[in-house]
Protein backbone atom coordinates (compact mmCIF):
# COMPACT_ATOMS: atom_id res chain seq x y z
CA UNK A 1 0.00 0.00 0.00
CA UNK A 2 1.37 3.68 -0.77
CA UNK A 3 0.92 6.22 1.73
CA UNK A 4 -0.24 9.01 0.67
CA UNK A 5 -0.30 12.19 2.29
CA UNK A 6 -3.59 13.63 3.47
CA UNK A 7 -5.15 16.57 1.96
CA UNK A 8 -3.53 20.15 1.68
CA UNK A 9 -5.05 22.14 4.17
CA UNK A 10 -5.23 25.75 3.15
CA UNK A 11 -2.08 27.39 4.92
CA UNK A 12 -3.50 30.82 6.60
CA UNK A 13 -1.58 34.02 6.58
CA UNK A 14 -1.80 36.40 9.95
CA UNK A 15 -1.83 40.01 9.51
CA UNK A 16 -2.02 43.52 11.35
CA UNK A 17 -4.96 45.46 10.22
CA UNK A 18 -6.29 48.82 11.60
CA UNK A 19 -9.87 48.25 13.09
CA UNK A 20 -11.95 51.81 13.08
CA UNK A 21 -14.68 50.00 15.47
CA UNK A 22 -18.61 52.14 15.62
CA UNK A 23 -18.47 52.45 19.49
CA UNK A 24 -14.85 53.29 20.15
CA UNK A 25 -12.79 56.52 20.33
CA UNK A 26 -9.91 55.30 18.62
CA UNK A 27 -8.68 53.14 15.89
CA UNK A 28 -6.70 50.24 16.84
CA UNK A 29 -4.20 47.07 15.69
CA UNK A 30 -6.24 44.02 14.98
CA UNK A 31 -4.94 40.72 13.33
CA UNK A 32 -6.65 39.55 10.71
CA UNK A 33 -6.67 35.82 8.66
CA UNK A 34 -5.94 36.07 5.14
CA UNK A 35 -6.85 32.39 3.14
CA UNK A 36 -4.73 32.09 -0.12
CA UNK A 37 -6.25 32.58 -3.28
CA UNK A 38 -6.49 29.31 -5.79
CA UNK A 39 -8.65 31.28 -7.88
CA UNK A 40 -6.62 32.98 -11.08
CA UNK A 41 -9.72 35.38 -11.69
CA UNK A 42 -9.50 36.66 -7.95
CA UNK A 43 -5.86 37.24 -8.12
CA UNK A 44 -2.83 36.31 -6.18
CA UNK A 45 -3.63 38.10 -3.51
CA UNK A 46 -4.71 36.39 -0.21
CA UNK A 47 -8.69 36.66 0.75
CA UNK A 48 -8.88 38.86 3.89
CA UNK A 49 -11.12 36.41 6.85
CA UNK A 50 -13.60 39.49 7.85
CA UNK A 51 -16.82 37.68 8.56
CA UNK A 52 -17.00 38.48 12.11
CA UNK A 53 -16.62 41.87 12.09
CA UNK A 54 -19.02 42.17 9.00
CA UNK A 55 -21.63 39.56 10.22
CA UNK A 56 -24.83 41.64 9.07
CA UNK A 57 -23.58 42.40 5.15
CA UNK A 58 -20.86 41.08 2.67
CA UNK A 59 -18.25 44.06 2.71
CA UNK A 60 -16.59 45.85 -0.11
CA UNK A 61 -13.15 47.23 -0.14
CA UNK A 62 -11.94 50.17 -1.72
CA UNK A 63 -8.33 50.25 -3.00
CA UNK A 64 -6.31 53.68 -1.50
CA UNK A 65 -3.44 54.63 -4.10
CA UNK A 66 -2.72 57.82 -2.88
CA UNK A 67 -1.66 59.28 0.38
CA UNK A 68 -1.06 62.89 1.38
CA UNK A 69 -1.07 65.59 -1.16
CA UNK A 70 -1.77 62.86 -3.90
CA UNK A 71 1.53 61.27 -3.35
CA UNK A 72 1.39 57.81 -4.55
CA UNK A 73 1.37 55.22 -1.46
CA UNK A 74 4.61 52.75 -1.64
CA UNK A 75 1.80 50.25 0.04
CA UNK A 76 -1.28 50.78 -0.77
CA UNK A 77 -4.15 50.47 1.32
CA UNK A 78 -7.23 47.95 0.93
CA UNK A 79 -10.45 49.76 3.05
CA UNK A 80 -13.31 47.37 3.72
CA UNK A 81 -16.43 48.60 4.73
CA UNK A 82 -19.91 47.83 4.94
CA UNK A 83 -22.15 49.45 1.88
CA UNK A 84 -25.40 48.91 3.63
CA UNK A 85 -24.12 50.52 7.37
CA UNK A 86 -26.50 54.05 6.62
CA UNK A 87 -29.28 52.55 5.68
CA UNK A 88 -29.51 49.90 8.48
CA UNK A 89 -28.44 52.86 10.91
CA UNK A 90 -25.90 51.74 11.86
CA UNK A 91 -23.90 54.35 14.18
CA UNK A 92 -21.37 57.09 13.19
CA UNK A 93 -18.28 55.55 13.08
CA UNK A 94 -16.76 57.27 16.46
CA UNK A 95 -13.22 56.04 15.43
CA UNK A 96 -13.23 57.79 12.27
CA UNK A 97 -14.74 61.13 13.64
CA UNK A 98 -11.91 61.41 16.12
CA UNK A 99 -9.01 60.86 13.49
CA UNK A 100 -10.93 63.64 11.25
CA UNK A 101 -11.40 66.27 14.55
CA UNK A 102 -15.73 65.54 13.03
CA UNK A 103 -14.41 67.56 9.70
CA UNK A 104 -15.26 64.30 7.21
CA UNK A 105 -17.82 65.51 4.59
CA UNK A 106 -18.88 62.35 4.76
CA UNK A 107 -20.11 60.44 7.54
CA UNK A 108 -18.92 56.85 8.17
CA UNK A 109 -21.58 54.51 9.86
CA UNK A 110 -20.41 51.13 10.56
CA UNK A 111 -17.36 48.88 10.87
CA UNK A 112 -13.94 49.62 8.67
CA UNK A 113 -11.39 47.53 8.21
CA UNK A 114 -7.58 48.48 7.06
CA UNK A 115 -5.50 46.12 5.66
CA UNK A 116 -1.71 47.27 3.58
CA UNK A 117 -0.89 45.61 0.92
CA UNK A 118 2.79 44.76 0.35
CA UNK A 119 3.73 46.73 -2.99
CA UNK A 120 1.96 48.41 -5.71
CA UNK A 121 1.13 44.93 -7.41
CA UNK A 122 -1.63 44.44 -4.27
CA UNK A 123 -0.21 40.26 -4.61
CA UNK A 124 -0.38 39.95 -0.89
CA UNK A 125 -0.50 41.82 2.31
CA UNK A 126 2.09 43.18 5.18
CA UNK A 127 1.72 44.47 8.49
CA UNK A 128 -0.22 47.76 8.47
CA UNK A 129 0.13 50.49 11.51
CA UNK A 130 -0.46 53.76 13.07
CA UNK A 131 2.05 55.13 10.46
CA UNK A 132 -0.65 54.33 7.75
CA UNK A 133 -3.51 57.12 10.14
CA UNK A 134 -2.52 60.53 8.21
CA UNK A 135 -3.03 58.59 4.60
CA UNK A 136 -6.38 57.06 5.80
CA UNK A 137 -7.38 60.11 7.76
CA UNK A 138 -6.37 62.04 4.46
CA UNK A 139 -8.87 59.62 2.60
CA UNK A 140 -12.08 59.87 5.07
CA UNK A 141 -11.70 63.95 4.83
CA UNK A 142 -11.47 64.14 1.21
CA UNK A 143 -14.35 61.64 0.44
CA UNK A 144 -17.69 63.12 -0.30
Known amino acids: MIATPPPAEPQFIEVSAILFAPEEERPRIITVKCRPSHKPSQGMCPLPMLQSYFSDSQPEGIVLTQGLNGEPLRFP ?67 K
Do not use: E, M
Not at 77 to 85: D, G, T
Not at 112 to 119: E, Y
Open 77 to 143: LHLYYSPSALQKGAPVNRAIFHITSGAAAKDWCGTVIVLKFNGSRRQGYSDAGSNDLPALSAYFLAY
